[in-house]
């Protein structure tokens, strides 16, 4: 009863000027701040959504990662005999899956976010960046069940678990926004370009073999190349992230300075497409 | 004078022709038309756009509930669109107080894996309501939609009379200071569309503001107190709601007694149905937009099918000019005749049905139409297609010059008999 009497208070109304904007915008964070209820709800659907009417339900977050594992191990371990850098294979290949999954279904599902959600864009307002941006956070549920296993695969090589674990939640905090940076502009593109939905599988499958997943980054030593290489954020996520689990690296610190700037060139850039993009995206969509 | 609410100043929206038609560019448009400029050959194609809100300017003061009428295309439902910043106006501007509800439509992202309770809280999060918010009016949500015994079961599972239910329930127990509503009335059987009714009307009690978009005139008229008529993108009359329905149903309806459909004017989702015109047809056969209440005429409704329909109905609603509902009456209302035509093969038709003599009072009447499958699909509806009017000259009665009420006017049999005691 108070809080609506204050509310109806003339001073307590928010007013705001709706007019026509030109050019580019400013973020308004704060305003996504605001929505930050919306942006939790939005999540929590995709992921209590996504193994809905499954048998095994939230098994496939581990189930698929780990099967693509296997299939690595046998085709690159075994027969092809790629280097792995002296670490048996399976612990490997899925130190870099875990990571490259999160970016992957990240900008998969962000990519297609917007058109996914083109009901809620054209009947509700709110800051059209909590919808890719939930797209993208709701893969680190996946990516922690996962990471259950890894531990598990860890105790089972018996490698030593030092303290550099604790620096992985700093890498899966760059592959979510490298991850958001690239999902932003596909999300925003696919709103007036539909060709967005038929290319973002081969982007996909092509960076996937653009990041050291199979293959290790060592296998690359040519200077230059090297840091032409580095200019892929997922390669700085990756083996930052094997760093951190595997031991006994030496710590990637050019190739990750080199993934930290061009993931927040990305992000930024995204972010300010998007808000150029987001006007149009209820009459377009 | 009281607070101002929304105050909209010359406010305008265009929009690009192929992006209201639904078309959206491809890449290779772009690069297309990109690589001819380059070379200089192709000249940028002239984009057609049309206005479908331009020079509108008003103000609501707060706690006034403000109704907004038109045709479809008139631009009502732009209107609401950038009062509550789904999409941005093109020129002008519009000033807000208060923070904006808007109920485009019940059951804005509903989605149908998830439970009843987890729907209420994801729409109600949708819809801008805190979360502390929803779990305080969750009991009485859940009583609203009569849905407790389901409230642990997946929505895909519900009736689409419970789905509807639950998602105006949500909607209803928004509590903004403006709420922006369109048509959501327009769903369910009429025992729940009176819940509704008195849903918003309590909520316009509350002193909060109300912009209220219906076709549903008895709505407009029972909720609101002045309305706006918008015509072709125009605001044209701002007056008292009994005032502004009559003007409305009287001149931005009126036609000639008849009513033709050109292929664009039809929506894309009509599939193999095309309407083409709806005539009253006075005794004598000729296109007439008044009839005379004492003899009988005939309304017809020609279209084509560019392809077998089964189970086809096609259909009336005649109403008051108050949107009071008279009759609806459908062509294969006779069992027989449903037998008969039970698979329509691709021709023009005609539906035509004879109104008998002595039956509408006096006044205006507003002619829907409407063409389904029963239950599998609805191909077209035009809820105020036409209207014409009838003449009550030589009417039962007539003969003194009182007004009658209600829609009807039969010839009723009387007999008068003396009493002895």
């Known amino acids: ?285 | 004078m009281g607070e101002l609410a929304i105050r909209v100043q010359d406010l305008g929206k265009q929009y690009r022709l192929g992006a209201v038609t639904g078309g959206y560019r491809t890449l290779r448009d772009t690069l297309a038309e990109g690589a001819g400029q380059l070379v200089g050959r192709v000249p940028r194609p002239s984009r057609e756009t049309i206005w479908a809100l331009r020079h509108i300017s008003f103000e609501v003061e707060r706690g006034q509930v403000l109704g907004v009428i038109g045709r479809n295309g008139a631009g009502k439902s732009t209107l609401l669109k950038i009062l509550s910043r789904i999409t941005e106006p093109t020129e002008g501007e519009a000033e807000i107080h208060g923070r904006v509800g808007s109920l485009l439509e019940v059951g804005t992202g509903f989605h149908p894996e998830l439970t009843g309770r987890e729907n209420i809280y994801l729409n109600g999060a949708i819809l801008g309501m805190k979360r502390t918010e929803i779990a305080r009016k969750f009991d009485e949500i859940v009583e609203f939609a009569e849905v407790a015994q389901f409230i642990e079961t997946p929505v895909k599972r519900y009736s689409s009379g419970m789905y509807l239910r639950l998602a105006f329930a949500v909607a209803a127990h928004l509590e903004p200071e403006i709420l922006v509503v369109d048509e959501v009335l327009a769903v369910g059987d009429a025992e729940f569309q009176r819940k509704c009714l008195g849903k918003m009307s309590d909520v316009a009690q509350q002193g909060r503001t109300v912009l209220f978009v219906s076709h549903n005139m008895s709505a407009v008229l029972r909720l609101t107190q002045e309305t706006l008529v918008l015509d072709r993108g125009g605001l044209v009359l701002r007056a008292p709601t009994p005032q502004a329905v009559d003007y409305y149903m009287t001149s931005g309806l009126a036609q000639t007694g008849e009513r033709l459909w050109a292929e664009d004017d039809v929506p894309a989702g009509s599939g193999p149905f095309q309407p083409l015109a709806l005539r009253v047809r006075d005794e004598r056969g000729r296109i007439a937009e008044r009839v005379a209440c004492t003899e009988p005429f005939s309304i017809e409704f020609e279209y084509a099918l560019s392809q077998e329909v089964t189970g086809l109905r096609t259909g009336l609603y005649l109403s008051t000019s108050r949107g009071e509902p008279v009759l609806t009456s459908f062509d294969t209302d006779d069992p027989r005749a449903f037998e008969q035509r039970l698979a329509r093969p691709e021709g023009r038709y005609i539906s035509r049905c004879r109104i008998p003599a002595h039956l509408l009072n006096e006044g205006l009447f507003v002619l829907g139409v409407n063409a389904s499958s029963y239950r599998i699909r609805s191909y077209f509806t035009d809820e105020q297609a036409l209207s014409f009017s009838v003449d009550g000259t030589g009417a039962p009665g007539s003969h003194w010059p009182e007004a009658r009420g209600g829609p009807v006017r039969p010839a009723l049999e009387w007999v008068i008999e003396e009493v002895q005691r």
């Open chain 1, 1 to 285: 009863m108070t809080t609506e009497a204050l509310e109806q208070r003339p001073a307590a109304v928010p007013s705001i000027v709706i007019r026509p904007t030109r050019g580019w915008s400013a973020l308004n964070l704060r305003e996504l701040w605001r929505y930050r209820e919306l942006i939790f709800f939005l999540t929590w659907r995709d992921v209590m959504v996504r193994y809905k009417q499954t048998m095994l339900g939230a098994a496939w977050a581990i189930l698929k990662p780990f099967l693509t594992m296997v299939i690595f191990y046998f085709v690159f371990d075994r027969l092809a005999s790629v280097p792995t850098d002296g670490y048996p294979g399976p612990i490997f290949y899925f130190s870099g899956l875990l990571p490259w999954v999160l970016f992957q279904e990240g900008v998969t599902k962000a990519g297609n976010s917007l058109v996914m959600g083109a009901n809620l864009i054209t009947k509700v307002y709110f800051p059209r960046l909590a919808i890719p941006l939930a797209s993208v956070v709701s893969g680190t549920v996946d990516f922690a069940l996962a990471f259950v296993v890894l531990l598990g695969m860890m105790a089972f090589y018996k490698l030593e678990v030092t303290a550099r674990l604790l620096a992985v939640p700093l890498f899966v905090l760059m592959g979510l926004i490298t991850a958001l940076g690239v999902g932003l502009w596909l999300s925003a593109m696919n709103v007036t370009y539909r060709d967005v939905g038929h290319v973002t599988p081969f982007m996909v499958q092509a960076w996937m073999y653009a990041s050291p997943i199979v293959y290790s980054a060592n296998l690359i030593t040519d200077p230059l190349v090297r840091s032409l290489y580095g200019l892929n954020p997922v390669v700085g996520v990756i083996q930052g992230f094997r760093w951190a689990i595997l031991g006994g690296m030496t710590f990637p610190g050019a190739l990750i300075l080199e993934s930290v700037l061009v993931s927040f060139v990305l992000l930024w850039s995204g972010a300010m497409y998007f808000r150029r993009m987001e006007r149009s995206f209820a009459d377009i969509v």
